[in-house]
Each structure stands twice: as structure tokens, then as C-alpha cells.
């Protein structure tokens, strides 16, 4: 098993001991250490191959008969997956439809900054999730421009602006969101982890797992939405065992010191000086290493840094000679200094750090529908961002079109009561006006009419026209 280098177990150890700053990302263990370890193990399963499995488990099932009466929670639409998830669910609650997000463990964000376009974020307005006010305290930095590099010659930077220049606190928009979403009658299902959806010809019917406000509870409803990101078993299983074309392998930092003030709210948005060259303690890892820098929302002293590649695993390269995480990492820490112009004395105070992998599919992607009932967004569907393969950024620049064609298919599937048919409507004298001859004729008693003879009608005999048969 393939453990930390020595400068990536010294800057975990200088982490704060406060356990919203020291957050895991996502991966399991009981320490944040332990949790890079373990993202370490799923990222070798991919280059081995052993990821994801050839014939993976049904997670979704499909049964002829109607759902059963009886239920715990019955709504329209049930949205898997919270944290990016809860932003589809609100906007589908707010355009009259009953929905429930279900989150496997509490529904909160990172503790980290996002960034995104103004007019990306804008979105949320537009769609009622925030007020202008909310928009400000979720998103209370700006900054730019950006840069963009290919080289280390100054003719190769390119200087942007409205790129990745706002700064997001997920845990601040969470809140809004959520708040916003309960305040509409939308319903929150923390620590219940779904076990099992079955498809039946009327909707859907979920089984939710054991803890929290879902415990073995079922919940009905007529569309699942699947935000659970690239690893969810609704997505494994409608791929089939599709091995993904690509991953981009990322890690980083935010840090805090006098040394941030030299970049004067500027930031890196694709920048790499160097060509492509091996890495790694063996140097047997061949990549071509990108940074990303931009100012935290703790003031013009605390700065995020991230540094990514790109790999294309089951290629010609065998699985130890790709750039693994705990690789990337000791990489970041030994470059970290040069790339922010941090001297020996500077002090350089962590306040987290962050790491993760994400797959993409060249071919069914976006992820199509393998199932009745049941819609992938997101990370699950492979609709990222071309940059990190991150799903926030992408998440907004779809919500419009998702809520758009959602509310569509919902409205279209509910029978409307048919309307009785009444006396056929009168054409309007105002934009017909009639002769006092035409009135006469409409106001008389039409005569009997003997056998075989042709019904005369005023309109088309007076003017001589012979009527059609």
C-alpha cells in the first residue's frame, strides 16, 4: 500500500485541530490523512482496471406491477444527492411541484471556496433560489483578472476578466438554498442513504437506508433525479461497467499570510510554464501539471491553490507509472513555495487542504437514460466543467434548462380533466361585424326541411356558391 511522502505527512500535521477546517473529503477514515489514503486506493482500482466492475450490482430495478399504496413520503420528484442537488430540487419546488432531496449524510458544504462567472451565478437570482441580498453573502469576493498561460515566455500569458473571478462559500449557499427550499414546502432527508430504487409503471418507489430522518422509511415519487455524483450506482449501473476515457487527478490548498498580498486580488486560471516531464519519487510518472490561484474569502492574506493533471488511465502506460494522488500531493508541496513566491520566512499557515479525482466519458456523455423514471445531472450524467471536471460550475450554467424541461415533463404526465362539451362558441360581431340581413336570417326559425330535399343555408345560397359534399 503506497503511503504519504514526508511533505505531505508534515503539512497535514500542521493542520487546525478544528474539524470544520480539518474536513475529509469525502472518502471515508476517521482523519483527513487517512481519507487522502483511501481516494489513493479508488484511484489505483481505476488504473488497475478493477474500477468501476464489469457487471455492477443492480441497484435499480424494474417491476411490472403498480407501486404499493402504502408509503412514507409520497411527492413528485426525488432528488439524490444534496449538495448540488438541493439547487435542482429547489428550483422544481419553487415552479409548484412537490419534492424531496435525500442526502446519505448531512446536508452542508465544504468547507472550502468555490469560484465561478458572475453571470453564471446570476442563475440562482433568475431562478428565485437567492435574493440580491443572499447573492452578496454567499459570493462576498471578487476579484481578476485571471490569468491563462502556456509557457514561460511573457508573450504566452493571456489576461482574462468575468472568468472564475467570484469567490463562493458552499456552506453559505447551502443554507440560502436550503432555507429558501423548506420556507417553499420542500422536504430534507439527511443521513438516509439510498438502498434501492425500484421502477414501476406509475413511478418510483425508494427505499432509504437505516439513520436519520428516512430511517427505513419508502418514499414514492414520480421522477428520480440522480445528483450523486461520478460514483453513484445509478450511474454505474447504466453504464454497464464503461470504464471512463479520462480523470483528472487534483490537489490543493488554502493557505493564509502576509505573502498573498503581492498578488493584489489576481488569480491563475489555467496556467502551466513547464512542458510535460516525469514526476513522482520513482520519476517514473510522465505528466503535464496545471495550477489554478485565486483569493479565499478570508481577506486579501488567505489564498487558494490547486494543482491538477490529466490522465487517460487503462492507456500504453501501466498502472505505477501514472501520476497518483499521494505523488500529485508531494509534487504540490515541493513546487508550492516557487509557484507563490513564498520565501523561507515567510509564514505560510494552512488552514486545509483538499484532493480528489474525477472521471470523464468521451462516448455517452451526456449519460443518457437507461431507465424509466429516472434522470441523471451533474457529475453522475458526466455533464463538468472542461477545466477540473467539477459539476458546480456546470450545475449552473444547466439549472435553467434542467428546471425548464423537468417542469415540462411533469405538467405533460398529469392528466388534465377533460372539458365538457358545451354549444359551439359564437363568432364575435366585433371582428365579423354582420349585415341586418345576415341578422334576420340567424334570428329566424329555420323551416322544415321536407325528405330528400337539400337544407338551404342563408349564407352560402345567397351568394350563389354551390356547398360541398
Not at 305 to 315: H, N, S, V
Request: glycine share 10%; net charge positive.
Amino acid at each position: 500500500m503506497r503511503q504519504p511522502g514526508p511533505l505531505t505527512t508534515r503539512a497535514f500535521a500542521t493542520l487546525p485541530s478544528s474539524s470544520a477546517l480539518a474536513e475529509a473529503g469525502g472518502a471515508g477514515g476517521s482523519s483527513l490523512l487517512q481519507s487522502l489514503v483511501a481516494q489513493e486506493q479508488s484511484l489505483q482500482s481505476l488504473f488497475r482496471g478493477e474500477w468501476p466492475t464489469a457487471e455492477p450490482p443492480e441497484f435499480v430495478l424494474s417491476r411490472p406491477a403498480l407501486r404499493p399504496s402504502a408509503c412514507d413520503v409520497d411527492v413528485d420528484v426525488a432528488v439524490c444527492g444534496g449538495t448540488l442537488g438541493i439547487l435542482v430540487g429547489c428550483a422544481l419546488q419553487l415552479r409548484g411541484h412537490r419534492v424531496a432531496v435525500v442526502e446519505a449524510g448531512p446536508l452542508r458544504g465544504r468547507a472550502q471556496d468555490w469560484n465561478t462567472s458572475q453571470e453564471e451565478l446570476r442563475r440562482l437570482v433568475s431562478a428565485g433560489l437567492l435574493t440580491e441580498e443572499e447573492l452578496h453573502r454567499v459570493a462576498p469576493l471578487r476579484f481578476g483578472p485571471m490569468r491563462c498561460k502556456f509557457g514561460a515566455t511573457p508573450a504566452s500569458e493571456l489576461q482574462l476578466r468575468g472568468v472564475l473571478d467570484v469567490a463562493v462559500s458552499p456552506t453559505a449557499l447551502l443554507e440560502a438554498v436550503s432555507a429558501r427550499f423548506k420556507a417553499a414546502g420542500g422536504l430534507v432527508l439527511e443521513n438516509s442513504p439510498v438502498r434501492e430504487v425500484r421502477i414501476h409503471p406509475d413511478g418510483a418507489a425508494l427505499a432509504l437506508g437505516q439513520g436519520g430522518a428516512g430511517q427505513g422509511r419508502t418514499l414514492h415519487s414520480r421522477l428520480v433525479v440522480d445528483a450523486m455524483g461520478h460514483r453513484s450506482p445509478l450511474a454505474l449501473q447504466a453504464r454497464r461497467g464503461q470504464r471512463p476515457d479520462g480523470v483528472c487527478v487534483q490537489v490543493g490548498s488554502c493557505a493564509r499570510g502576509a505573502w498573498a498580498r503581492q498578488w493584489r486580488g489576481r488569480g491563475d486560471f489555467f496556467v502551466t510554464e513547464d512542458d510535460a516531464q516525469y514526476c513522482g519519487p520513482r520519476r517514473c510518472a510522465r505528466a503535464q501539471l496545471f495550477w489554478q490561484s485565486f483569493p479565499s474569502s478570508g481577506g486579501e492574506e488567505e489564498r487558494s491553490t490547486y494543482l491538477f493533471t490529466y490522465l487517460r488511465p487503462g492507456c500504453r502506460e501501466v498502472s505505477w507509472s501514472l501520476l497518483g494522488l499521494l505523488e500529485l500531493m508531494e509534487e504540490y508541496w515541493s513546487r508550492l513555495p516557487a509557484y507563490q513566491r513564498c520565501g523561507e520566512a515567510d509564514e505560510v499557515a494552512l488552514r486545509r487542504i483538499l484532493f480528489g479525482w474525477f472521471p470523464t466519458y468521451r462516448s455517452n456523455s451526456p449519460l443518457k437514460p437507461a431507465f424509466d423514471r429516472v434522470l441523471s445531472v451533474g457529475d453522475a450524467s458526466a455533464v463538468q466543467s472542461p477545466i477540473s471536471f467539477g459539476g458546480f460550475c456546470a450545475m449552473l450554467r444547466h439549472l435553467p434548462r434542467y428546471s425548464r424541461g423537468i417542469d415540462a415533463a411533469l405538467r405533460q404526465e398529469t392528466p388534465r380533466p377533460r372539458q365538457p362539451l358545451g354549444r359551439p362558441r359564437p363568432i364575435s360581431s366585433r371582428r365579423y361585424p354582420l349585415s341586418s340581413a345576415d341578422r334576420r336570417v340567424r334570428t329566424a326559425s329555420p323551416a322544415p326541411s321536407s325528405p330528400g330535399s337539400r337544407p338551404t343555408s342563408p349564407t352560402w345560397a345567397r351568394h350563389g356558391c354551390r356547398r360541398r359534399r
